[in-house]
């Protein structure tokens, strides 16, 4: 079954204290996404990759780091986490032809307090 | 810089209306569009893809419209059910490939749906 695979899918942490939510696509797909989704503001994309060790900054970047080390899995690491970050994040994948549906997973609730 | 807007925000009905979900966007260069479902506790489940050369795409009881050049796409669902239950989020994939790849989606906020028995 093709799907896309985010872990933890609950997360509290406190402020400062390193974590990594993990991602995984079994289509084998190049493109990989990260989103943050907060209420009235939608869904913003954190950080995107192409394919392996080709990343770059989507809309909102600041506080996060990704690394694309193979090509289904797409990492999100947060070094010093935040209140500020507290959100409902979504991994995405899909081919890299432009305008291809989007897989997405089941979402990643993050609490920092 | 693309902005998706998707009315109404909520929207309560009595079972087995036939209902519609607005969305407009600001940049007609689109690749595609896509209708998402939302169900709490849950990811995204894509529901139909319109092409930007298509003008509609029908899945069961579902039937998404684009007009590109008015920036506007529909979400008619027909005889409505307490499962259609859920938000359901439009996206847009712009057509710049530095934006992204091409790849990248812009969502609107969502409209949450209730169907009421």
């Known amino acids: 079954e093709a799907q896309v695979t985010q872990n933890p899918r609950y997360l509290i942490t406190v402020t400062g204290k390193k974590l990594t939510v993990t991602c995984s696509q079994n289509?084998?797909?190049?493109?990989m996404s990260w989103y943050r989704q907060d209420p009235g503001l939608g869904l913003r994309q954190i950080y995107y990759s192409m394919n392996v060790e080709v990343t770059d900054k989507g809309d909102v970047p600041e506080g996060y780091k990704v690394s694309r080390k193979e090509k289904r899995n797409f990492p999100l690491i947060l070094e010093s986490p935040s209140p500020n970050q507290t959100s409902l994040y979504f991994c995405?994948?899909?081919?890299?032809?432009?305008?291809?549906?989007?897989?997405f997973g089941q979402g990643t609730r993050l609490t920092v307090v | 810089k693309q902005e998706v807007t998707q009315i109404p925000a909520a929207l309560s009905v009595p079972e087995g209306e036939n209902l519609v979900l607005n969305c407009s966007f600001t940049d007609s260069a689109i690749y595609n569009l896509q209708w998402f479902r939302q169900d709490p506790g849950k990811g995204l489940t894509s529901l139909l893809l319109i092409q930007s050369s298509q003008r509609e795409q029908t899945s069961g009881r579902l039937n998404a419209s684009l007009d590109k050049s008015s920036g506007r796409s529909t979400l008619y669902i027909a005889a409505s059910q307490p499962g259609d239950s859920a938000t359901y989020l439009c996206a847009v994939s712009p057509l710049a490939i530095l934006s992204g790849g091409g790849n990248k989606l812009t969502f609107g906020t969502g409209t949450q749906l209730k169907v009421e028995l």
């Open positions: 289509m084998n797909h190049e493109y």
């Open positions: 995405a994948s899909s081919s890299t032809n432009p305008g291809t549906e989007a897989f």
